[in-house]
């Protein structure tokens, strides 16, 4: 319906708030809410996260192999590691999610 608020999926201006201003049975016309701004700031954030050095990314079945450990094992100490003395347990896990 006419005045609708929406954001733009289109090619240009993807993600933009728009407006819709007008319909017909075949078109849609949307008024957006975009300045030649954003587009300059997004353009330099994109070069910013391209020049990124990118990481080696290892998962954790590989990392397990790499370092002759089992999968499972590997598993157990990055998340939790319960180790007992002086009648208390202690977690000398590194509490990381693989």
């Known amino acids: ?49 391209d020049s990124r050095v990118s990481q080696h990314y290892l998962p954790s079945f590989k990392a397990a192999s790499t370092i002759g450990m089992s999968p499972r094992a590997l598993s157990k100490i990055m998340s939790s590691f319960m180790v007992p003395s002086d009648h208390q347990k202690n977690n000398l896990g590194l509490s990381v999610s693989l």
């Not at 608020?5 to 289109?10: D, E, P, V």
């Not at 728009?18 to 353009?43: I, P, R």
Request: cysteine-free.
């Open 1 to 49: 319906p006419d005045g609708t608020n929406i954001f733009f999926l289109g090619k240009h201006a993807y993600g933009v708030a728009a407006q819709v201003s007008s319909t017909t049975d075949s078109a849609l016309s949307v008024v957006l809410a975009f300045f030649v701004s954003d587009k300059m700031e997004n353009n330099k954030f994109k070069i910013i996260v």
